[in-house]
């Protein structure tokens, strides 16, 4: 089985007991800071090995990497092969800045967009617009609506119930 499949089994399992998941989630959620921080420090580095000798490097096991890696992978700019991983697969965690910022964001991760590491590579302002980009991505801006005795939006003058409204 792969270590995708093992971790995702693991980690959302229906059939686990909701306090343990809590606890892995919280352990998970403390050791994935962790390791940001470390690659924040240096940002334009790419960290590349093993599934395992990354986990080996930032001090986790193999099942922790997984989800760090499964969690990074679309903020990377060469994705891994995540569906297929084993432990002697090598990886990259070569990140795009931006994306990864702002898919931090989307995840509502604040833990995590709100590192202190984030202001020696990113500037306040910086910060603040990838974050509204990020929010008014995901929001649904509705039109205007139309009543039967507004004029058409077609254009014609005519009242909407006696135009295009008509066979609505």
Same mark, same amino acid.
Do not use: N, P, R
């Given at each position: 089985m792969a270590l995708l499949e093992q971790w995702r089994d693991m980690a959302y399992s229906e059939k686990a007991n909701k306090g343990d998941l809590q606890r892995l989630w919280t352990a998970y959620f403390q050791k994935e800071r962790d390791i940001y921080a470390e690659l924040l420090k240096n940002p334009d580095e790419v960290v590349t090995?093993? @599934?395992?000798?990354?986990?080996?490097?930032?001090? @986790?096991?193999?099942?922790?990497?997984?989800g760090f890696l499964d969690g990074i992978n679309d903020s990377l700019k060469e994705a891994n092969p995540i569906e297929e991983m084993e432990e002697d697969t090598n990886v990259n965690l070569g990140f795009d800045k931006a994306l990864l910022y702002k898919n931090m964001v989307a995840a509502e991760a604040d833990w995590l967009y709100n590192l202190p590491e984030w202001d020696e590579i990113f500037d306040a302002d910086t910060k603040k617009a990838l974050y509204k980009e990020q929010k008014s991505s995901t929001t649904i801006v509705k039109g205007q609506k139309v009543y039967p005795n507004d004029p058409c939006p077609c254009g014609s003058g005519k009242k909407y119930k006696k135009c295009c409204g008509k066979n609505a």
């Open positions: 090995g093993t @599934v395992k000798e990354l986990a080996e490097k930032y001090g @986790v096991d193999i099942m922790t990497m997984t």
